[in-house]
């Protein structure tokens, strides 16, 4: 699997855009990239994917780059409640259910 | 289920002894994955079961550890003779089926068992 690189740690004030980048160069054509967090004492929960083309959802935005090195998670009016460590993770997508496997992710501080 | 539940959510044992953690998936998902998460760590993935496929043990980081789950649903972490450093949170999650290059695999993680070891 690609290696994702991504900042220690950011603060981000309330209300704001918190932009969260990942570095993941070596990435392959059929690799995917997930975004999941972690909200202090709880489990990991799932943001957003993708693979080429950028995407949205409730929750958050990502944007891939052209040549698929980095990508960018957005959360667009970021809140107390955003407070978390997130992931970023490249994996591919083959036939059947896989491991992902997580870094040390960048911890976001939201300011009020 | 609605979500992915687990069981105890807390556990203090002595060394030395046995502890058995459950992890119930979310109904009708074939992969069920365990991970544990040490005070300030990352997650760590410990083993993988897909369907009636041989699980993937390849995260598992002594024979003190297994795992078994049974009719492809529930599932039981066993740690025998329990050592400080077991103590951790233990995460499970679960995830439905994944046709080829359909798409990605999105996991849901239940709240964890924190196990202490004294």
């Known amino acids: 699997d690609a290696k994702t690189t991504q900042p220690t740690s950011m603060d981000c004030a309330e209300g704001r855009a918190a932009n969260l980048p990942c570095n993941h160069s070596?990435?392959?054509?059929?690799?995917?990239v997930y975004w999941y967090r972690q909200i202090h004492s709880q489990g990991p929960q799932y943001i957003i994917h993708?693979?080429?083309n950028n995407e949205t959802n409730e929750m958050a935005s990502l944007i891939i780059t052209e040549d698929r090195k980095s990508s960018t998670l957005i959360l667009p009016h970021a809140t107390l409640r955003d407070t978390a460590v997130y992931y970023c993770?490249?994996?591919?997508?083959?036939?059947?259910?896989?491991?992902?496997?997580f870094g040390t992710g960048t911890r976001l501080t939201i300011i009020p | 289920g609605a979500g992915v539940s687990q069981s105890p959510s807390n556990k203090v044992t002595e060394k030395g002894k046995d502890v058995e953690l459950r992890c119930d998936p979310i109904s009708g998902h074939t992969a069920l994955y365990w991970y544990r998460q040490s005070l300030g760590q990352g997650l760590e993935f410990l083993i993988y079961?897909?369907?009636?496929?041989?699980?993937?043990k390849s995260g598992l980081p002594s024979d003190r550890f297994s795992a078994e789950r049974t009719g492809g649903s529930v599932s039981t972490l066993t740690i025998q003779r329990t050592q400080q450093e077991d103590s951790a949170v233990y995460l499970c999650?679960?995830?439905?089926?994944?046709?080829?290059?359909?798409?990605?695999?999105?996991?849901?993680f239940g709240a964890g068992s924190r196990l202490t070891v004294l």
């Open positions: 993770i490249v994996r591919v997508a083959g036939f059947g259910n896989e491991k992902l496997t």
């Open positions: 070596t990435i392959s054509g059929n690799e995917y």
């Open positions: 999650a679960s995830s439905p089926i994944v046709l080829f290059f359909s798409g990605a695999n999105v996991l849901t």
């Open positions: 993708g693979l080429k």
């Open positions: 079961f897909q369907g009636n496929s041989a699980p993937d």
